[in-house]
């Protein structure tokens, strides 16, 4: 079974770049299958952030997109997320997924990263 | 994209079923059976529970089970059990520029 594992900087200063890691095993980043991040505001709901596949085809949230990317590195079996111009809104537990058949299958254990100065 | 529309909260004795709604568009629960639903614990990341508005992954005891009808999704919970006691979302494709909306969550309450 597939396991990722998140990290990265739990503190980022508004206006930043807030740049989040997940690492990958049991499975391979190029296997036919989606990866997404969703992210989850202290307290509150679910947000879906966006989705890659490995031959570069990414999604994102409409609400995002001007300040997503995900990106790839397929020799450390491993994917990247970017957030630019951070504010405190972008607080919040981020979760890196791999996608099943239009779900979100497995999960990361998630990482809290905190907007502040 | 708006959030799917779920009940804030639901309780129920044990052994008891209890079934709560996820309701959508037509542009996104209405237009695909691609609802999903997913439990999460207090300080633990979300776990699927039910795929394409009906399915089970392997694992996911049958006491969950999901159904869709128009533009409205909803999971039931059988034999209610302590470890129950969670929170649900749904969550539904949306096409091509939506992808994924997720519900605003269920806390249920296992009296």
């Known amino acids: 079974q597939v396991q990722l594992q998140e990290s990265g900087p739990g503190l980022v200063e508004p206006s930043g770049t807030l740049s989040l890691t997940c690492a990958v095993s049991?499975?391979?980043?190029?296997?036919?299958?989606?990866w997404s991040w969703v992210r989850q505001p202290p307290g509150k709901g679910l947000e879906w952030i966006g989705e890659?596949?490995?031959?570069?085809?990414?999604n994102y949230n409409p609400s995002l997109q001007s300040r997503v990317t995900i990106s790839i590195d397929k020799s450390r079996n491993q994917f990247s997320l970017r957030l630019s111009s951070v504010t405190a809104a972008d607080t919040a537990v981020y979760y890196c997924?791999?996608?099943?058949?239009?779900?979100?299958?497995?999960w990361g254990q998630g990482t809290l990263v905190t907007v502040s100065s | 994209q708006s959030a799917l529309t779920q009940p804030a909260s639901v309780s129920g004795s044990p052994g008891q079923s209890i079934t709560f709604s996820c309701t959508g568009t037509s542009s996104d629960v209405g237009s695909y059976n691609l609802v999903s639903w997913y439990q999460q614990h207090p300080g633990k990341a979300p776990k699927l529970l039910i795929y394409e508005a009906t399915k089970r992954p392997s694992g996911v005891s049958s006491r969950f089970s999901g159904s869709k009808s128009g533009n409205a999704a909803s999971l039931t919970i059988s034999g209610l059990q302590a470890e129950d006691e969670a929170d649900y979302y749904c969550c539904s494709y949306g096409g091509s520029g939506t992808y994924y909306v997720f519900g605003t969550g269920t806390k249920v309450t296992v009296l």
């Open positions: 049991g499975d391979s980043i190029s296997s036919d299958k989606w």
């Open positions: 890659f596949y490995h031959n570069g085809h990414t």
């Open positions: 997924v791999n996608n099943g058949y239009y779900c979100l299958e497995f």
